[in-house]
């Protein structure tokens, strides 16, 4: 018999310049999600600050995280480390991400994170021209050198999510399996996968390229953790799962949750990696909408 959890958390990428007291955030997931699991992004981290301030803010997350009884299960990148990072040609860039990464895991693990993850790199149009020479000798190698870091570390797995254009990797069914075996052929890394249902290529002529129930058939006994957002047909907004968004979205909860229960043995962190624009009253009902959609998926899972 399949035994499995599953943990909604909350992405902090939208909260990033908009609740940036870790207590005032905490609390909203607390008393108004009401959900055990954040999952901290890198930018809303601020790892880009000395080491000195990151330190004193993880050490004081850490203990608004206790109070509260809130967990972290895994740390992402955001929309800011949107990046070519470990695919970028310059080798001091690819140097510095690689020291970024493992302070970032160490962080994470600080946290209590058993899965870090990011997307694999971005390459720019000229390189996508030789795009598979650069994905095992370049981004590929880079991985492996934090695998073995992340092993070492004791971290449960590293995780990357498959995209949707080819610059950017793993945009079909075929490319995700290449590249995880790619990934995984070093030891002792251990590389799973953040799938993401809004993710696909949709200009593939294969269909089940842009399916996010194909995908998750495909991976999900390969993905911890699961990114979740209302997606339209010809949108590409991370929406929220209001009752507006669910009349005319594709992402069903409860066909979501069916297939994690029948396929997947373990626990699976469904994640909401939600994106609001900067425009009233968007903006304005922001914690309104982050709230229904918590409401909508508790419907399916008690």
């Given at each position: 018999?399949?035994?499995n959890?599953?943990?909604l958390?909350?992405?902090?990428g939208?909260?990033?310049?908009?609740?940036i007291s870790?207590?005032?955030?905490?609390q909203f997931?607390?008393?108004?999600?009401k959900?055990e699991?954040?999952?901290p992004?890198?930018?809303?981290?601020?790892l880009f600050?000395?080491d000195?301030y990151?330190?004193k803010?993880?050490n004081?997350?850490n203990k608004?995280l206790?109070?509260y009884?809130?967990k972290?299960?895994?740390c992402?990148?955001?929309a800011f480390?949107r990046?070519?990072?470990?695919?970028?040609?310059?080798?001091?860039?690819?140097?510095?991400?690689?020291r970024y990464?493992?302070?970032?895991i160490?962080?994470?693990?600080?946290?209590?994170?058993?899965?870090v993850?990011s997307?694999?790199?971005i390459?720019s149009?000229?390189?996508n021209?030789?795009?598979n020479?650069?994905?095992?000798?370049r981004?590929?190698r880079n991985?492996?050198?934090?695998?073995?870091?992340?092993f070492?570390?004791?971290?449960?797995?590293?995780?990357?999510?498959?995209?949707s254009?080819?610059r950017e990797?793993?945009?079909?069914?075929?490319e995700?399996?290449?590249?995880?075996i790619?990934l995984?052929k070093?030891?002792?890394?251990n590389f799973?996968?953040c799938?993401?249902?809004g993710?696909?290529d949709?200009?593939?002529?294969?269909?089940?390229d842009?399916?996010?129930?194909y995908w998750?058939?495909?991976?999900?006994?390969?993905?911890?953790v699961?990114?979740?957002?209302?997606?339209?047909?010809?949108?590409?907004g991370?929406?929220?799962?209001?009752?507006?968004?669910n009349s005319?979205?594709?992402?069903?909860?409860?066909k979501?949750?069916n297939?994690?229960?029948?396929?997947?043995?373990?626990d699976?962190e469904l994640?909401?990696e939600?994106?609001?624009?900067?425009?009233?009253?968007?903006?304005?009902?922001?914690?309104?909408?982050?709230?229904?959609?918590?409401?909508y998926?508790?419907?399916?899972?008690?």
């Amino acid at each position: 018999m399949i035994k499995n959890s599953i943990k909604l958390s909350v992405n902090t990428g939208f909260a990033v310049n908009r609740i940036i007291s870790n207590e005032s955030f905490v609390q909203f997931v607390k008393n108004n999600l009401k959900i055990e699991y954040i999952q901290p992004t890198s930018d809303w981290l601020n790892l880009f600050m000395s080491d000195k301030y990151t330190l004193k803010n993880i050490n004081n997350l850490n203990k608004i995280l206790n109070k509260y009884d809130i967990k972290v299960n895994s740390c992402f990148t955001g929309a800011f480390t949107r990046l070519n990072h470990l695919a970028h040609p310059d080798k001091d860039q690819q140097k510095h991400w690689i020291r970024y990464f493992k302070n970032f895991i160490d962080l994470s693990i600080d946290l209590g994170a058993n899965y870090v993850g990011s997307h694999l790199g971005i390459l720019s149009y000229d390189d996508n021209k030789k795009r598979n020479d650069i994905l095992t000798k370049r981004v590929i190698r880079n991985w492996h050198i934090l695998g073995e870091y992340a092993f070492k570390k004791k971290l449960k797995s590293l995780i990357w999510e498959p995209m949707s254009i080819s610059r950017e990797f793993g945009e079909t069914i075929k490319e995700c399996k290449k590249i995880q075996i790619l990934l995984n052929k070093k030891k002792p890394s251990n590389f799973k996968l953040c799938l993401d249902v809004g993710h696909g290529d949709i200009n593939s002529k294969n269909k089940k390229d842009y399916d996010p129930y194909y995908w998750l058939n495909s991976f999900v006994k390969e993905s911890p953790v699961v990114h979740i957002k209302q997606v339209h047909k010809g949108s590409f907004g991370h929406l929220p799962f209001t009752k507006k968004n669910n009349s005319k979205g594709i992402i069903d909860a409860k066909k979501v949750i069916n297939i994690i229960q029948k396929k997947k043995d373990g626990d699976t962190e469904l994640a909401f990696e939600l994106s609001f624009k900067e425009r009233d009253p968007i903006d304005k009902n922001l914690k309104k909408d982050v709230i229904s959609s918590v409401k909508y998926w508790k419907k399916f899972l008690n």
